[in-house]
Structure formats: C-alpha cells, structure tokens
C-alpha cells in the first residue's frame, strides 16, 4: 500500500507541475499536502531542481514545503542543510474492515452539501477564506460524504475516498458542543461500511494523541508516517 501515492489522488492539487521525480503541487495555500512537493525519485540536477521548486512557490506567495515520506528519505538530510525545518510529523494509520456498526443515524451523500463544508470549515478552516479551494480539492475525484446531523445541522463530518480495495478517510471533524458523544465514530463506521472495502487508511498528526488512540480504538495501528520540510 503505496500511501504517499494513495493520499496525492485522494486530495488532488488543483495545479501539478512534473519535474524529474517530484510533482509540484499547488492549491491556493490551502493544506500543506496540496501545496507541497511529492518526492518519487530523486532528480538529476538537484540544485536545478530545488531552485525550480522554489521559484515556483515564490511566485504564487508561498513557501517551498517538501512531503518527506519513505521515498524522500534521502532528500530529508539535502533539505536540512539548506535550512529547511522539520514541521507537522503525521503518523499513517491502516485498519482491516469492517468496524462496528454506527450507533446513530448517519447522512451518506456523494457530494458535499453546505452544511457538511460550513462544519468541516468551522473545525478545520486553518486556511482563512480557502473554503472555496478545499472545496474544489473535495471534488476533484469521486468521493462520499458523511454526517450525523440534529435540526439540520452537521454535528460530525467526514470524507470517503473509494481507491481499489481501500477506503482513505479524510476531513474527519466535530463541532466542539457535539463532542464526546461518539459521533465521530459513528461518521467512521458508516464511511466504512458503505465503502464495503477490505482496508481503510487516514492521517493524524503526531502530536494528536486524544486522535491516534480514538482510531486505535476502532482498529487502526500505525502503518508508517512522514513529516513536512519547509522553508
């Protein structure tokens, strides 16, 4: 399971550039995944290439970031000489399915409806007035939307993306007065079981502790993980 590769298609940047074993991948700023660089080999004229990418950043306003998973290994050291700094460690965390079954009802669409964005971006919206981006990122490849819902509004959220016999679950999130009711992990078990595939993978952040033993509870262990260098 070629996670690195999984998580580029599952969150799709609006603009790649190839170049020489790296995709340049940007999104309006909005999420470092999709405004960072993809590490599949390592190009001929380094040098070249750094200086490339980080033209390329330049130019839009922003920062070069690099993903540094397992195929980037040997480029983490290159960036760290040249002053690139270590930043959001993520562990990737793989489950077998199915899990239980959800203990509330759960709203599965095939698009994100209004109150399923406002209440991902009031607990995500890291990116100030990127909404309209990550929105555009959302539906750049098939997908399945889920929520548990009270008087018309999403209380818990998340993303499904069906990829072969995988499920990748992304932009998990509750409304703060919604929590510690189990939503969440009911907006978890209805994406699986609708998926119906043999494995499901997310992303959490290593320093969300509260977050990696939740997923551990429903089955997920850590399968491997990668850190951002930016600059």
């Not at 993520?90 to 009802?105: D, F, I």
């Not at 929105?135 to 509004?153: Q, S, T």
């Amino acid at each position: 399971m070629d996670l690195d590769l999984l998580m580029d298609r599952a969150w799709p940047a609006l603009e790649r550039v190839e170049l020489d074993g790296w995709t340049l991948r940007h999104a309006e700023g909005v999420t470092k995944r999709a405004n960072s660089v993809l590490v599949t080999g390592m190009p001929a004229d380094l040098g070249g290439a750094l200086e490339t990418t980080e033209a390329f950043y330049a130019c839009r306003g922003l920062p070069a970031v690099f993903s540094i998973g397992a195929r980037a290994a040997d480029l983490d050291a290159v960036l760290e000489e040249r002053g690139y700094r270590v930043v959001d460690p993520v562990h990737s965390m793989v489950a077998r399915t199915p899990l239980g079954a959800p203990a509330h009802e759960v709203r599965v669409e095939s698009a994100p409806w209004q109150g399923w964005l406002e209440s991902w971006w009031a607990v995500d919206g890291r990116y100030g007035d990127g909404l309209e981006a990550a929105a555009k990122i959302c539906a750049g490849v098939p997908a399945w939307y889920a929520a548990v819902e009270e008087d018309g509004v999403a209380l818990a959220v998340g993303r499904g993306v069906p990829q072969g016999d995988t499920l990748g679950v992304y932009c998990m999130a509750t409304l703060p007065r919604a929590r510690r009711r189990g939503l969440a992990r009911s907006v978890l078990r209805a994406l699986v079981r609708h998926a119906g595939s043999a494995t499901a993978y997310l992303v959490v952040t290593a320093a969300n502790e509260a977050a990696s033993a939740f997923y551990r509870g429903e089955g997920f262990e850590i399968h491997g993980g990668y850190h951002y260098r930016v600059r």
